[in-house]
């Protein structure tokens, strides 16, 4: 499985954006999707995750009702539409792929990492 994230960009405080996650691979619509971010000079840190089949999604307190993933496996596609963005969400983002069923936030059970994509929100 190969992942690609995509979809970042500069944004003002308040703005929205919709990240990409695309995955290659006959498995990718098996396995657990996650979406990490790296601020500068941080830990990478959990952000939201979703089952295989889409029917369940975990999230981060800092992002819940701001965030939002989700993910249509009839094109390999994993998304994370994010609104009402803050200084404090910039950073790199990066797409995860897990054969776990609910890996939720541990980077440990991420067996598949894509490059990330930066988003800059400015105050």
């Known amino acids: 499985v190969q992942l690609q994230a995509s979809g970042g960009g500069l944004v003002q405080a308040g703005g929205s954006l919709r990240l990409s996650c695309t995955g290659s691979g006959r498995t990718f619509s098996s396995h657990a999707v996650g979406w990490f971010r790296q601020g500068p000079g941080e830990e990478r840190e959990f952000v939201a995750s979703?089952?295989?089949?889409?029917?369940?999604?975990q999230y981060a307190d800092s992002v819940k009702g701001r965030f939002t993933i989700s993910r249509d496996n009839t094109k390999n596609m994993v998304y994370l539409q994010m609104n009402s963005l803050k200084p404090k969400d910039t950073a790199v983002y990066f797409c995860?792929?897990?054969?776990?069923?609910?890996?939720?936030?541990?980077?440990?059970?991420?067996?598949?990492w894509g490059q990330g994509t930066l988003v800059t929100v400015s105050s």
């Open positions: 995860a792929a897990s054969r776990a069923y609910t890996p939720g936030d541990s980077v440990l059970l991420y067996d598949y």
């Open positions: 979703i089952t295989w089949s889409g029917s369940s999604s």
